[in-house]
Structure formats: C-alpha cells, structure tokens
C-alpha cells in the first residue's frame, strides 16, 4: 500500500474543451451526437439513448434514474456529482474518461469496454461488469459494493485506496491487476482468478484461508 499519495481527479476550468462547452437543452435520444455539451443540473428518467456518442461533455450535479444507453460511447468525458441508478448501460464504450464523486447504483455494464478511465471517490452498489474489457482503469479512493465482474477482463486496473466489499471475480481474466492499494479486499468468490494480480503480504495472510479452501487444501493443526 506504501502510504502514496493518491492521484487527484482534474478540475472542470482543466479541461482543454471547457471554453467551447454549449448547454444541453431537451430530451436525450437513441443515436444521438453530442459534441461539447455541458449536461449541468440535469435529471434523465427513462431515458432512451441507445448508441448515442458523447465527445467532449462534461455531466455535473446530473441524475439518470432507469433507461437504455445501450451501446453509447464517452469519450473524452468529464463527470462530476453524477447519479447512475437502474440504467442499462451494457455494451457501451469508455474512452479517455473521468468519474468524481459520483454513484452508480444497480447499473448493467456488461460486455462494456472502459479504457483509460478513472473513477475518483465513487460508490459503486451492484455494479454489473460481466464480460466487461477493462484497461487501464483505475478505482481511486472508490467503494465497491457488490461489484461482479465475472468474466471480465481486467488489464492494468488499480484499486488505490478503494473498499471491495463482496466483488465477484468467477472466472474473470486478470492482467498486471494491482490490488495492494486497496484498503478492505472483500472478495466473495472468484479467488481461483486471481492469477494475474498482485497483492500485499498483509493481504495474503486475510484470504490465505478461501485460497486454500479453493486449491482443495485442508489446513489441521497436528
């Protein structure tokens, strides 16, 4: 865990694209493109945005409760003070994005592919990542409640300062996965995939035990 300090997330005025930012006004739509748009103070419900394409947006102080973004894309995209609640968020791709403070609560992510994307102080509460390509992603200072990515593939992910509480691996597939960082490793099942991962000795001595329940190795004292 080596006491580093944690990275901290940009600023909205940090932004490159922040001076050419246009206010979002009405609905959001299925194919929708929106390039620039500043989605501040905004509530979505029920919303139907399948295969939409955000480049270059920014969502602050936003709430989307329920709907359909399937396949969507984000790229480029600054997040803050955001509610995802029962969305369908599944096959949609993530590039070069940014998540602060925000919660994502009953959310389907599955099939999903995130590269390059950062999630600042996030609460994450039945998070559905089956199947998901992670790379690059980052968990910083995050809880994850009942987080499944079984069958996922994780690829250079960091748990900095983050909480695992009850995360599921079941035949995930795991890549230069750093979990040192990680201040609570609650892992309920899926410690047979954790080949690929690295983890503190302190860690070790906790889930040594499932490890060994996993490997068929029975521990007696004589």
């Excluded at 050419?20 to 748009?37: F, N, Q």
């Excluded at 399948?50 to 709907?67: K, N, Q």
């Excluded at 994307?117 to 992603?137: I, P, T, Y």
């Excluded at 994850?144 to 995930?172: I, P």
Aim: with cysteine; glycine share 10%; charged share 25%.
């Amino acid at each position: 865990m080596g006491g580093m300090p944690l990275p901290r997330p940009r600023e909205r005025a940090d932004l490159p694209y922040a001076p050419h930012l246009e206010p979002h006004e009405g609905r959001l739509r299925p194919s929708g493109d929106y390039d620039a748009v500043a989605f501040d103070d905004a509530g979505f419900d029920d919303a139907q945005a399948g295969d939409a394409r955000f480049l270059e947006c920014v969502f602050s102080e936003a709430a989307f409760s329920g709907g359909r973004y399937t396949r969507a894309r984000f790229s480029d995209v600054w997040m803050h003070t955001v509610r995802w609640v029962g969305a369908d968020l599944g096959e949609t791709r993530w590039l070069d994005t940014e998540v602060i403070g925000s919660v994502l609560a009953g959310i389907q992510l599955f099939s999903s592919e995130l590269n390059r994307v950062v999630f600042h102080d996030c609460k994450f509460d039945s998070v559905n990542f089956r199947g998901a390509a992670l790379q690059e992603v980052s968990f910083v200072n995050c809880r994850l409640g009942e987080v499944d990515f079984a069958g996922a593939t994780l690829n250079q992910v960091t748990f900095e300062g983050s909480a695992l509480e009850g995360v599921r691996f079941d035949k995930a597939r795991l890549s230069k996965v750093d979990l040192r960082g990680a201040t609570q490793l609650g892992i309920k099942d899926g410690y047979d995939s954790l080949r690929g991962a690295t983890i503190s000795d302190a860690q070790l001595t906790i889930i040594a035990p499932m490890l060994a329940q996993v490997l068929g190795i029975e521990v007696k004292d004589r």
